[in-house]
Every structure is written in C-alpha cells, then in structure tokens.
C-alpha cells in the first residue's frame, strides 16, 4: 500500500523545483528530502525531477502530476482542519430525537419555532421514549434524547442538565383536593391514577406513604403523564406528575404540592460522545438548551 505521506512530499518537490527548498518548506534534512524523491521515483515509475545545470526539472511524468497532487494535498488539508462555523440556514438535515409524548407537547412548539427561524432546511423526527436502554444513542439511531438520568445509564453517554423539576398532584377543577389543604391522608384516601412505563403498581410515592403509614388506592395505570393528566382532568382520579407537564394545561385542572417529602429531579439531554463535536448537533442541543431556559424563566413568578 502507498505511503500517502509520499503526497505531500511530492507537492512540495514540485511546487519548489528543488530538493534543498522543499526540505526546508517541509522542515526536513536534506539528506532526509534526498531519500523522499528516490521512494516517490521507486513508487511512480518515473524520475519525476531531473538536473538540469544547477537545478531540477520536471519530468513530463511529473507536470501531469503537479495539479492534481496539489489539490488532493489542500483537499486532505482542509478534511483535516476543524470546522470552525456553520451556517445553519444552509443546512438540510433531519434530527432524531427520542423523548416522551409530553415533553414534546411542552417544548416542542418552542423549539420547532426557533429552529424554522434559523434553519428552515432542518427536520425533527420525534419518537417516542418508553425505557432508559441507551442502545439507540449507541447504534446511531437517535441523535440525542432527553429524560431524568439514570444511574446506570451508559457512562460513555454525554449530558447536560436542561431544568429542574418536581412532583406536583392534579386534580379536575371542583375535586375535593381543590377546596381545603392536602394532606397526606386526605391525599392517600383518594383513588389515583399512576404512571409505569414499565408496567410496576408503586413507586417512590408509594414508600414515602408507607413510611407515614399510609397506603393510597391505585385504581388505574397508564404508560404516559399526558394520559394521566387527562384522566384527572375528566374524573375524580389524582394523578402525581411533573410540574413542567401542568405548565400548558391549566384549563379545568387544579394544581397542589404533594404533602410528602420527595426528592427533585433533573431532566437532562443524553448524546454520544461521536456527535460532540458535530456543529449541527451542537447548534441543535444549544437551541434545546436555551427554549428549556426560557421556560423556566417564564414560568418563575
């Protein structure tokens, strides 16, 4: 297989006409130039560079050769430097994303606004995220994801933190819960609507009752918080969601902090370490970044 390296060497030689000048343009020995141009002349076939009087001359041979090692030399060059900007008006493109139902429903309209502004030639693809398997993100398949991370996620994934979140109960306007203080009783006496997108009957809330001694009734289970949402919007269920997913369906709902003690959460945005570097994909998680940013922002009081 051919020294690809030869290439430059070769541009050099013939763009100087001389073994001393393209030595010193290529800052090597002489001697070291000399051993270059005896491999390229074994390689070619031809002694590409001939004395002529005090100088060298090229060969036929190698006056064909002269543009187009040239160009394969500036086209290797610039393959080789880091892309420093991208327009992104130019750029025609479709992303895939993998997130729930819900987030697309509350940042989804932000985003796909500030993205037909900037880059008209971009599409998203959503789909729909119903585990934690990082499989997609590896293989390829999706170029960037969002949700609460793991703790056993994949350690070669990347992540940036987009906002913090916490649980909140929603009820229909008019339910009980809507017309004096929740407590943790009057909360577990409910009937109530949970969210498994694995198909388990308690989570998290369900240890926090147990420690009060309390145990609520779970009469329906749905794989999504906009189901249970609505769910609670149309009956007498309570449903435990993410406060970010009441922002936009205030409308015959009523909101109230949970009287358990619980944790927040971080949502944040996964990608493979190959798309780091990527300036579209960066472009993309910056937008993300900022319309989640502007949200929190908007919602603060």
């Not at 001389?18 to 390689?43: F, G, P, Q």
């Not at 902090?257 to 944790?263: D, E, S």
């Amino acid at each position: 297989m051919p020294d690809l390296n030869l290439l430059i060497t070769l541009d050099a030689l013939l763009a100087e006409g001389s073994v001393a000048a393209a030595a010193k343009r290529l800052r090597l020995s002489a001697s070291a130039m000399s051993r270059a141009l005896a491999r390229l002349r074994e390689t070619t076939g031809d002694p590409l560079l001939v004395r002529a009087g005090r100088g060298l001359v090229p060969t036929p041979r190698a006056v064909e050769l002269r543009e187009q090692v040239s160009r394969l030399v500036q086209e290797a060059h610039a393959a080789l430097r880091p892309v420093q900007s991208l327009d992104m008006a130019q750029v025609e493109r479709t992303f895939t994303l993998r997130t729930s139902e819900e987030f697309v429903e509350n940042v989804g309209p932000a985003l796909l606004a500030r993205i037909a502004g900037e880059a008209p030639g971009v599409r998203l693809r959503f789909i729909n995220k119903t585990d934690k398997d990082s499989a997609m993100l590896r293989e390829g398949r999706v170029d960037l994801e969002t949700g609460v991370v793991d703790p056993s996620a994949s350690p070669e994934l990347l992540t940036q933190a987009l906002f913090r979140d916490r649980l909140v109960g929603v009820v229909r306007s008019g339910h009980a819960l809507s017309q004096a203080t929740v407590s943790a009783e009057r909360y577990a006496a409910g009937q109530h609507v949970y969210v498994s997108r694995r198909g388990q009957d308690r989570g998290q809330i369900d240890d926090a009752l147990e420690v009060l001694g309390l145990t609520r009734q779970i009469s329906t289970i749905v794989a999504g918080f906009a189901t249970a949402i609505a769910l609670a919007r149309d009956t007498d269920l309570i449903a435990s969601v993410p406060e970010r997913y009441t922002t936009h369906q205030r409308a015959g709902l009523y909101s109230f902090a949970l009287p358990l003690t619980l944790p927040g959460f971080t949502v944040a945005m996964l990608w493979h370490p190959r798309l780091d570097a990527d300036l579209a994909h960066r472009w993309l998680r910056g937008c993300l970044r900022e319309v989640c940013a502007e949200q929190v922002q908007s919602a603060l009081p």
